[in-house]
């Protein structure tokens, strides 16, 4: 399945500070662009984007973007689109 799932809670602090994806870098031993970040959450969704972090933003209620400098990396509807996303059958 997935090889980790982090709780923000680990951090000691809550997203969109930068000391949460930061965990995600440090616990997987890999470079941020090497992560897949999903999130229904535009706000955390921006800044794990702007940590470096690909991004997929689940908006599930067809909601329009908010300003927000840059962009996911794919937007899906559903949850059920993301196993074809990360190449999981």
């Known amino acids: 399945m997935f090889d980790a799932v982090l709780s923000v809670e680990e951090a ?3 997203k969109p500070h930068p000391r949460v994806y930061q965990l995600a870098v440090d616990r997987l031993g890999v470079p941020a662009p090497a992560i897949s970040f999903q999130s229904s959450n535009a706000w955390d969704a921006w800044a794990a984007s702007a940590f470096g972090m690909r991004v997929v ?3 599930r209620y067809g909601q329009r973007r908010e300003r927000l400098p840059g962009n996911p990396d794919r ?3 559903s949850l059920d689109e993301l196993p074809a996303i990360v190449g999981m059958p």
């Open 57 to 59: 933003w689940c908006n």
């Open 12 to 14: 000691g602090v809550y």
């Open 75 to 77: 937007e899906i509807k």
